[in-house]
């Protein structure tokens, strides 16, 4: 006994059953039988053993495996459906597969089959102070957040988004914290951050990244880790879906 693999519902298909293998040794490899439609019982969903609707005898393939072909009558059951061949001669054959309806078979096999490749959105700017070419005020040496505006990723089903955190700080004391806040609605937004990075200043341009995934809102909080440096910054983000190739 073996799994077949899945079949879509009341669809014409070709499958490879086998191997068919001498009765004496179970080794030798039969490849001149006589399979005809009489011969290829099948049982749908558990249910009594009759020959297969297809009127085709199967056709040898190769090493003792046999090419069988099925139609959308006898694929028209959803559920298993098992196949059996007990030849003269030759061990039996069985084999069990699953019928999936025709919405169930494109999303469960068709796609997971399919080459799954990000489709990325434009780079934007979620905010920038002078330094960078916007006009947001530094962050200051308070210890305080300054956060962000939302990035969306529910409306336009994204996965995540890759956000770049580019900063310079006023001198090498403090480290600038960046939490990430997470919100179902891009308005009422956790009070504790489910992301945390802490990079020291070296009071030189710096820059550092973070992978924001599988939440439907977010925004940043930035802050000086204490009260002796300000941090010139600019966030970017590049939100991703996914796609069949």
């Given at each position: 006994?073996?799994?077949?693999?899945?079949?879509?519902?009341?669809?014409?298909?070709?499958?490879?059953?086998?191997?068919?293998?001498?009765?004496d040794d179970g080794d030798t490899e039969e490849t001149a039988l006589t399979i005809s439609q009489g011969d290829i019982l099948l049982s749908k969903a558990g249910q009594t053993l009759t020959q297969k609707t297809d009127v085709t005898a199967a056709a040898h393939d190769a090493n003792g495996y046999y090419n069988c072909e099925l139609d959308a009558t006898d694929t028209n059951t959803l559920g298993t459906l098992t196949?059996?061949?007990h030849e003269s001669g030759a061990l039996a054959v069985r084999l069990d597969f699953m019928v999936l309806s025709s919405d169930n078979y494109t999303n469960f096999v068709e796609n997971n089959m399919a080459s799954i490749k990000k489709v990325f959105a434009t780079v934007a700017v979620l905010v920038e102070t002078a330094a960078y070419g916007g006009s947001a005020a530094v962050i200051a040496a308070d210890?305080?957040?300054?956060?962000?505006?939302?990035?969306?990723?529910e409306t336009n089903g994204y996965y995540g988004s890759h956000v770049t955190v580019?900063?310079?700080?006023?001198?090498?004391t403090d480290s600038l914290i960046v939490d990430v806040f997470a919100a179902l609605d891009g308005a009422t937004y956790d009070s504790e951050p489910f992301m945390h990075r802490e990079v020291k200043s070296t009071g030189k341009p710096q820059q550092f990244s973070l992978i924001v995934e599988d939440v439907a809102h977010f925004r940043l909080g930035l802050r000086s880790s204490d009260t002796n440096t300000t941090f010139e910054y600019q966030v970017t983000y590049q939100s991703w879906n996914e796609s069949s190739a």
């Open positions: 006994m073996a799994f077949g693999g899945y079949l879509e519902q009341s669809t014409a298909v070709d499958v490879l059953i086998g191997p068919f293998l001498d009765k196949l059996i061949v210890q305080k957040y300054d956060y962000t505006t939302s990035v969306n990723h580019e900063f310079r700080g006023s001198n090498s």
